[in-house]
């Protein structure tokens, strides 16, 4: 389950739950603004980054923020998405924008120069856009997903049967356009999730499954970044 706060932008919270429908609740959150499992997650649009490290228009700035996430959180995140900076200066005077945007890069040079040194436990990452970070929410929500299955002990193939479906074939099945007689089959040819996954794993293989093209293929090995495996080929 994906758990969102519900002050996230609202553009945001529709395109999640258009992309990923009942796994996302929306709720209050008191630290985060992404909870995935142990994951805890920090999201700034860049332009709201910059606000928040200057604590413009705000009781806390990204400092106090992250301190809190870092406690709260056994694997804390900042997400960054949105490269492209807009400086606001009243009057629209080029000049007087040209030095915004040369503070604004300068302001955020120095946070992510320190990041590191004042936050060692909190990964931080970048994407370049909304959808970007939709997508990117998705796939993590399906790693973890695909974690806690093959984890567990291993699973003899079912019959297909809405009433006792395979768990590997749900989670195979939940990516878009991928069907249950494909995953059925991906199963039946590869053995194991973790084999479908592994980097010996190609696209040009996975579209030797019937019903796996090249859009499909990519989706299923876009995956495999956010999968940790834990089993030995």
Do not use: C
């Amino acid at each position: 389950m994906l758990i969102v706060d519900d002050r996230e932008n609202d553009l945001l919270k529709h395109k999640l739950l258009v992309a990923m429908g009942e796994h996302v609740k929306v709720k209050r959150l008191i630290s985060a603004d992404y909870i995935i499992g142990e994951i805890g997650i920090e999201a700034k649009e860049i332009n709201d980054l910059y606000h928040s490290i200057m604590g413009h228009g705000r009781s806390r700035t990204i400092v106090g923020q992250l301190h809190d996430l870092n406690e709260s959180f056994e694997r804390p995140m900042l997400v960054v998405y949105n490269t492209k900076l807009k400086p606001y200066v009243r009057g629209g005077d080029r000049s007087a924008i040209a030095r915004e945007m040369r503070k604004m890069h300068a302001v955020i040079k120095k946070f992510k120069q320190t990041f590191a040194i004042q936050f060692p436990n909190i990964q931080y990452m970048e994407l370049s856009s909304m959808d970007e970070f939709v997508d990117w929410l998705n796939a993590m929500h399906h790693g973890l997903r695909i974690r806690k299955i093959t984890t567990a002990e291993p699973l003899q193939l079912a019959k297909k049967s809405n009433s006792n479906l395979d768990p590997r074939v749900a989670v195979l099945s939940a990516i878009e356009g991928v069907s249950e007689r494909a995953a059925h089959d991906l199963l039946i040819q590869f053995g194991s999730i973790p084999r479908i996954l592994r980097s010996r794993t190609s696209q040009r293989m996975l579209m030797g499954i019937d019903g796996i093209g090249r859009k499909r293929a990519k989706a299923i090995l876009s995956l495999r970044e956010t999968y940790l495996d834990t089993q030995s080929e």
